[in-house]
């Protein structure tokens, strides 16, 4: 399984945080893995964001759970992520990954797109 | 703070062994959720280390091995070599939280 972010690397605060991720050499439309979002501020720690399974059901971080949506496109092996009213807080590396729906760990990654909220 | 707590810094020298703590609660590890482990080299995505406390994906050299008892877990490394310098995080599942947690990430120096 091969996942790829895509977006723009600079936001506003007064717009919306949106990251797409594409999904390649797997099952993307059946059961195996959450899709999920994870990000890393500069220098930090990883923060789990969410995740959605292929049925459209998502969860979220419940500290973010208020300015986050995840949602997914089955027939483009896609699936985004939508941060409203971002602030230079939400400047990281985001990464896309799968999480495994019988392990519970994330089994692939993708490579990372750097984010920074500013005006 | 993170749900779950490791050291900020382990360092050792080549050869060595090396152990990273991983600490949680009754809500995450001690609930008897699985800890699992990734190594995030330098300028590069986290990589899966070791999954469902001591199981290591093909590829993973078995110099690094998983252990869990009660509410906390370790990552060991024997063998260090200098290519081993990295950041290493733990994961579980939090029942409180309803939700994937991380440790803060250890930083592993090769002297």
């Known amino acids: 399984v091969q996942l790829q972010e895509s977006g723009p690397g600079l936001v506003k605060p007064s717009q919306t945080l949106s990251l797409t991720c594409t999904v390649s050499g797997g099952s993307f439309n059946s059961a195996g893995y959450y899709w999920s979002w994870v990000r890393q501020h500069p220098g930090k720690g990883l923060e789990w964001i969410g995740y959605i399974y292929y049925s459209g059901t998502a969860y979220y971080n419940p500290s973010l759970k208020s300015r986050v949506a995840i949602s997914i496109d089955t027939s483009k092996n896609q699936f985004s992520l939508r941060v409203s009213s971002p602030t230079a807080a939400d400047t990281a590396v985001y990464y896309c990954a799968a999480f495994s729906d019988n392990g519970d760990y994330f089994d692939f990654w993708g490579q990372g797109s750097l984010v920074t909220v500013s005006s | ?111």
């Open chain 2, 1 to 111: 703070q993170s749900v779950l707590t490791q050291p900020p810094s382990v360092s050792g020298t080549p050869g060595q062994r090396v152990t990273i703590s991983c600490t949680g609660s009754r809500s995450n590890i001690g609930a008897g959720y699985d800890v699992h482990w990734y190594q995030q080299l330098p300028g590069t995505a986290p990589k899966l280390l070791i999954y469902g406390n001591s199981n290591r994906p093909s590829g993973v050299p078995d110099r690094f091995s998983g252990s869990k008892s009660g509410t906390s877990a370790s990552l060991a490394i024997t063998g260090l070599q200098a290519e081993d310098e990295a950041d290493f995080y733990c994961q579980s599942y939090d029942s409180s939280l309803r939700g994937v947690v991380f440790g803060g990430g250890t930083k592993l120096t090769v002297l």
